[in-house]
């Protein structure tokens, strides 16, 4: 496998949440702090993408601004893409509880298959679950993005998609526990549910 940057992406709003998602305590740390331990050694690198810098310094991570500010995911990942310095990015959700690091070991081992490695659970793309080439993909989501294409799967047409269906997914993660998102007052409740009985 080739060198890898690890990207976790804090660019969302958290309108849902009324709060800054990455900062909600599951159990006792914030959320981001917890994410970046069970990350740690999965990549040559790990960067942050976010559009509210100051919070994050503390973190100690390489912090970035989108490049083209105001086009949603797809634009951060671009950013994530454009920053990294090597061949491959995993980009991961800031809010994120339940990190299966067997699952994103096997996303990674696959990265010599296809340009993008890409979950699929319920036929819905998990792009912040995903390893991105960066040389192939920066130019087809650039162009995405310059035509106000906005949709994650807009460049798949000019890269090789190797998607990982949900039977495949569930040999390392039975219960989906990585795509479990802290968005709402509810799923924050929910998460400490589950943390209480892992």
């Not at 671009?78 to 995993?90: K, W």
């Not at 479990?180 to 009985?197: M, S």
């Amino acid at each position: 496998m080739s060198p890898l940057t690890v990207a976790i992406m804090a660019g969302g709003k958290s309108s849902r949440m009324g709060a800054d998602k990455a900062f909600v305590r599951v159990l006792g740390r914030p959320l981001i702090e917890d994410l970046i331990e069970n990350l740690s050694g999965l990549g040559q690198e790990m960067i942050l993408i976010t559009n509210q810098p100051d919070g994050y310094r503390y973190l100690g991570l390489p912090l970035f601004s989108d490049v083209m500010p105001d086009k949603g995911a797809l634009g951060g990942i671009y950013t994530a893409l454009h920053y990294s310095t090597h061949p491959h990015t995993l980009c991961v959700a800031c809010d994120m509880p339940f990190v299966v690091r067997p699952l994103l070991e096997h996303l990674i081992a696959l990265a010599p298959e296809g340009d993008v490695i890409m979950p699929r659970l319920n036929r819905e793309a998990e792009p912040f679950r995903a390893v991105y080439a960066r040389e192939a993909c920066l130019g087809p989501i650039r162009a995405a993005l310059e035509a106000n294409r906005l949709r994650i799967i807009s460049f798949f047409p000019q890269v090789r998609v190797r998607w990982v269906e949900q039977p495949e997914v569930e040999q390392f993660d039975p219960r989906h526990l990585s795509f479990f998102n802290v968005n709402t007052p509810a799923d924050l409740e929910e998460a400490r549910r589950l943390a209480n009985k892992l």
